[in-house]
């Protein structure tokens, strides 16, 4: 099986140094899928191709007790799937991890690419490509399988990611028993994409196999992690339930409606998933998205639907660039302020000026701050032990940690302080997220 990837970034020879292969040299590489060769049809300054070609042996697929021969004849060999999947996991792994010590500006920077795939299941991969920005187009060979070349500007790291993770779900199944270590495979790969997707569930679903146990772990994950809708998750469910993200958002509104308060700061809101609760209440008067990334407040935007938004709501609502451990006074006066699952993201060493920010300068009546409870992680069935819940957390606190942190907090800057356990509680280890409520001593802001 063959993939090609043509860009005319220029340099287009750049391409070698992303991809970890030089282009002057034809390299092989011996993976548990077959023997994967790794040429450059061309490579000049103008326009270089790179070409994977995957040799299978069709022999050693149907190896074991029961084989007939009737297991010979199928297209494993030659139609693109799992089996180029781990072949581009193996081959060009660094560059799929977005590493490039040589040209590290380069491997964060969108390139032209042109992905072609002369045999691939074709029938989802407009469906499945064309939200993540890539125009496709297919040339039939049969109802099945497609001649299929993608187009667009996209950073190398994250097209072979998109590959990794669609190529699998287009074939429909795998060459290998998909057991729960595939969770983890699949929201590394999905990571900053995948909870956007309008077909998350199909493309979970069809990646992990169809196994019940598995996609309800990938969506929970996928929902505490990246907020995905919690409705959305829940109609994805054979049984549906109440996600954790979703438990966490409604233990902070009736926190928040205890402290009687009516205008809120979000703190580090990324894409805005307490937002789009709280412009729903109209109790909440005046709501204020904070974050210090442009992009998350864009993907909030959106996903409010500001530009459709009646006036009576879009002018309750105000989004803001500001870094949440730099002092700004702007931000000063408000009832509430809530940081949900946002410290765990800061440096250890940036925790005083957050405390600093929030606490002394912006001083809101009351703070509510969430947050994983580390003893927890051992009962999430296919989270690694020693990993955290998410790559970009800097630490996760046990409920004594952030007990001392919370306490230290509320002693400094004039607070009391209780602390709020959210989701399912275990006799032993607590609930998965951990909250902290601080009540300014003087009653007012």
Same mark, same amino acid.
């Not at 030089?22 to 040429?39: E, I, K, L």
């Given at each position: 099986?063959?993939?090609?990837?043509?860009?005319?970034?220029?340099?287009?020879?750049?391409?070698?140094?992303?991809?970890?292969?030089?282009?002057?040299?034809?390299?092989?590489? /011996?993976?548990?899928?077959?023997? $994967?060769?790794?040429?450059?049809?061309?490579?000049?300054?103008?326009?270089?191709?790179?070409?994977?070609?995957?040799?299978? +042996?069709?022999?050693?697929?149907?190896?074991?007790?029961?084989?007939?021969?009737?297991?010979?004849?199928?297209?494993?060999?030659?139609?693109?799937?799992?089996?180029?999947?781990?072949?581009?996991?193996?081959?060009?792994? /660094?560059?799929?991890?977005?590493?490039?010590?040589?040209?590290?500006?380069?491997?964060?920077?969108?390139?032209?690419?042109?992905?072609?795939?002369?045999?691939?299941?074709?029938?989802?991969?407009?469906?499945?490509?064309?939200?993540?920005?890539? /125009?496709?187009?297919?040339?039939?060979?049969?109802?099945?399988?497609?001649?299929?070349?993608? /187009? !667009?500007?996209?950073?190398?790291?994250?097209?072979?990611?998109?590959?990794?993770?669609?190529?699998?779900?287009? +074939?429909?199944?795998?060459?290998?028993?998909?057991? $729960?270590?595939?969770? +983890?495979?699949?929201?590394?790969?999905?990571?900053?994409?995948?909870?956007?997707?309008?077909?998350?569930?199909?493309?979970?679903?069809?990646?992990?196999?169809?196994?019940?146990?598995?996609?309800?772990?990938?969506?929970?994950?996928? $929902?505490?992690?990246?907020?995905?809708?919690?409705?959305?998750?829940?109609?994805?469910?054979?049984?549906?339930?109440?996600?954790?993200?979703?438990?966490?958002?409604?233990?902070?509104?009736?926190?928040?409606? #205890?402290?009687?308060?009516?205008?809120?700061?979000?703190?580090?809101?990324?894409?805005?998933?307490?937002?789009?609760?709280?412009?729903?209440?109209?109790?909440?008067?005046?709501?204020?998205?904070?974050?210090?990334?442009?992009?998350?407040?864009?993907?909030?935007?959106?996903?409010?639907?500001?530009?459709?938004?009646?006036?009576?709501?879009?002018?309750?609502?105000?989004?803001?660039?500001?870094?949440?451990?730099?002092?700004?006074?702007?931000?000063?006066?408000?009832?509430?302020?809530?940081?949900?699952?946002?410290?765990?993201?800061?440096?250890?060493?940036?925790?005083?000026?957050?405390?600093?920010?929030?606490?002394?300068?912006?001083?809101?009546?009351?703070?509510?701050?969430?947050?994983?409870?580390?003893?927890?992680?051992?009962?999430?069935?296919?989270?690694?032990?020693?990993?955290?819940?998410?790559?970009?957390?800097?630490?996760?606190?046990?409920?004594?940690?952030? #007990?001392?942190?919370?306490?230290?907090?509320?002693?400094?800057? !004039?607070?009391?302080?209780?602390?709020?356990?959210?989701?399912?509680?275990?006799?032993?280890?607590?609930?998965?997220?951990?909250?902290?409520?601080?009540?300014?001593?003087?009653?007012?802001?």
């Amino acid at each position: 099986m063959l993939l090609t990837m043509t860009t005319t970034h220029q340099p287009a020879t750049d391409l070698g140094h992303l991809l970890h292969k030089h282009p002057d040299r034809a390299q092989s590489f /011996t993976t548990s899928s077959g023997v $994967a060769h790794v040429f450059y049809p061309k490579a000049t300054n103008e326009e270089c191709t790179v070409a994977l070609l995957l040799e299978v +042996d069709p022999i050693a697929l149907v190896r074991g007790p029961g084989s007939t021969l009737t297991q010979y004849v199928n297209d494993r060999p030659y139609a693109a799937g799992s089996l180029l999947t781990v072949a581009l996991g193996s081959v060009f792994r /660094t560059a799929m991890n977005g590493r490039s010590e040589s040209y590290p500006e380069l491997a964060n920077t969108p390139i032209p690419l042109v992905i072609r795939i002369p045999a691939l299941p074709h029938r989802l991969a407009d469906r499945l490509f064309t939200p993540l920005g890539w /125009t496709v187009e297919i040339t039939e060979h049969s109802e099945r399988y497609g001649d299929v070349t993608l /187009t !667009g500007t996209v950073r190398l790291s994250d097209a072979l990611k998109h590959l990794y993770v669609l190529l699998p779900v287009l +074939d429909g199944g795998k060459h290998y028993w998909v057991a $729960a270590d595939e969770v +983890d495979k699949l929201l590394k790969a999905g990571d900053g994409w995948l909870s956007q997707h309008p077909d998350k569930e199909l493309i979970t679903t069809r990646y992990l196999a169809r196994k019940r146990p598995l996609i309800t772990s990938a969506l929970e994950r996928l $929902a505490d992690v990246d907020e995905v809708e919690p409705e959305e998750l829940d109609n994805a469910l054979t049984e549906p339930k109440i996600s954790l993200a979703a438990q966490r958002k409604e233990a902070v509104i009736k926190a928040l409606k #205890q402290a009687a308060a009516q205008r809120v700061l979000d703190l580090g809101c990324g894409g805005g998933a307490l937002l789009r609760e709280l412009v729903k209440d109209p109790g909440f008067t005046e709501i204020h998205g904070v974050d210090v990334s442009a992009k998350a407040l864009q993907e909030a935007a959106r996903k409010l639907h500001l530009d459709r938004m009646d006036d009576h709501r879009r002018e309750r609502i105000t989004l803001r660039q500001s870094a949440l451990t730099y002092a700004d006074t702007a931000l000063a006066g408000y009832d509430a302020a809530v940081l949900m699952e946002v410290v765990e993201h800061v440096d250890p060493s940036r925790l005083p000026a957050l405390e600093h920010s929030v606490f002394t300068v912006a001083r809101p009546r009351t703070v509510l701050v969430t947050t994983p409870n580390v003893e927890y992680n051992p009962l999430f069935e296919t989270l690694p032990e020693g990993q955290m819940r998410h790559s970009d957390h800097r630490f996760e606190w046990t409920r004594a940690e952030f #007990q001392e942190w919370a306490d230290g907090v509320a002693a400094r800057r !004039g607070y009391t302080v209780s602390h709020v356990p959210i989701g399912p509680e275990d006799a032993e280890r607590g609930a998965p997220t951990q909250m902290a409520v601080f009540t300014s001593k003087g009653g007012k802001n």
